[in-house]
């Protein structure tokens, strides 16, 4: 438009042409390893061709299986003092545990971190304990078979048969007292003194041989001065021997004959 209010047109023709579409470029991070119990971490990532979009992300991370345990441990029973030993077979970290009497629960054994657990010398508190081993991996943990202890005792005698006088025809039982594990009961008598021991027989004056108390019925004049004992044994070394009761036979005094009074 000029001052005399003339006007002309033209157009003119204008092509976009648009940038190279390449696509946007994202960095997620580096690997992240992550070893049980830790369940959490922090995951920083970047992004270039468009604008930055922040997200929060929630991994959640389950517990997988634990170790395959290939031999369980075996129970054991042995005699007090004598060793014993648990073993398991599979691969990871171990960790053994007790159940006791008094405390049922499974409880850690300090330092017991190796694949056979040993006790050096058992006792006979421990008899009835449980033991079994926690094996653990990255993946989670595998409880064992539980293995029980059994601890024998050794016979060992508490009450020994007691000495005794008696009148002849009496009746009198010898009794002994004794712990340990599945005893057996052998009765001997020395007619000699204490010289020689030989086992009684039930029979006749004897009755209760094999079982802690021994019954004589009927004592004779010619029992006077014999011995007694008990021989213990049971299912651990060594046999136990009580001391020796002694049986003194007292005879009444008989009148053979009387005197005349004159």
Same mark, same amino acid.
């Given at each position: 438009?000029?001052?005399?209010?003339?006007?002309?047109?033209? %157009?003119?023709?204008?092509?976009?042409?648009?940038?190279?579409?390449?696509? $946007? @470029?994202?960095?997620?991070?580096?690997?992240?390893? @992550?070893?049980?119990?830790?369940?959490?971490? %922090?995951?920083?990532?970047?992004?270039?061709?468009?604008?930055?979009?922040?997200?929060?992300?929630?991994?959640?991370?389950? $517990?997988?299986?634990? $170790?395959?345990?290939?031999?369980?441990?075996?129970?054991?029973?042995?005699?007090?003092?004598?060793?014993?030993?648990?073993?398991?077979?599979?691969? /990871?970290?171990?960790?053994?545990?007790?159940?006791?009497?008094?405390?049922?629960?499974?409880?850690?054994?300090? !330092?017991?971190?190796?694949?056979?657990?040993?006790?050096?010398? %058992?006792?006979?508190?421990?008899?009835? *304990?449980?033991?079994?081993?926690?094996?653990? +991996?990255?993946?989670?943990?595998?409880? +064992?078979?539980?293995?029980?202890?059994?601890?024998?005792?050794? $016979?060992?005698? %508490?009450?020994?048969?007691?000495?005794?006088? @008696?009148?002849?025809?009496?009746?009198?039982?010898?009794?002994?007292?004794?712990?340990?594990?599945?005893?057996?009961?052998?009765?001997?008598? !020395?007619? *000699? /003194? /204490?010289?020689?021991?030989?086992?009684?027989?039930?029979? /006749?004056?004897?009755?209760?041989?094999?079982? !802690? +108390?021994?019954?004589?019925?009927?004592?004779?004049?010619?029992?006077?001065?014999?011995?007694?004992?008990?021989?213990?044994?049971?299912?651990?070394?060594?046999?136990?021997?009580?001391?020796?009761?002694?049986?003194?036979?007292?005879?009444?005094?008989?009148?053979? !004959?009387?005197?005349?009074?004159?």
């Amino acid at each position: 438009t000029d001052d005399d209010g003339a006007v002309t047109r033209d %157009t003119v023709k204008i092509t976009v042409y648009p940038f190279g579409n390449k696509p $946007p @470029l994202a960095n997620a991070g580096m690997d992240i390893v @992550l070893t049980l119990p830790v369940n959490n971490t %922090t995951i920083t990532g970047s992004a270039t061709g468009a604008p930055n979009v922040v997200r929060n992300l929630t991994y959640t991370i389950n $517990p997988g299986a634990g $170790p395959v345990i290939g031999t369980q441990p075996a129970a054991q029973t042995v005699c007090a003092g004598s060793p014993a030993s648990f073993t398991v077979v599979a691969t /990871g970290t171990y960790q053994w545990q007790v159940s006791t009497i008094a405390v049922p629960a499974f409880t850690n054994i300090p !330092s017991a971190t190796a694949a056979t657990f040993n006790i050096a010398s %058992t006792t006979v508190a421990q008899n009835g *304990n449980q033991y079994r081993c926690v094996v653990s +991996s990255q993946c989670g943990s595998t409880n +064992s078979n539980a293995a029980t202890l059994t601890v024998n005792s050794a $016979p060992a005698i %508490t009450a020994n048969p007691q000495s005794i006088t @008696l009148c002849a025809s009496s009746n009198h039982t010898f009794t002994v007292g004794a712990t340990g594990t599945a005893l057996t009961y052998v009765w001997e008598e !020395s007619t *000699n /003194g /204490g010289g020689l021991y030989t086992p009684i027989v039930n029979g /006749g004056v004897y009755s209760g041989q094999g079982t !802690s +108390s021994l019954t004589l019925t009927g004592i004779t004049a010619g029992m006077n001065t014999y011995r007694y004992r008990c021989v213990v044994s049971g299912t651990c070394p060594s046999p136990a021997t009580s001391t020796a009761a002694i049986l003194t036979v007292e005879t009444s005094v008989g009148i053979t !004959s009387q005197h005349a009074s004159s």
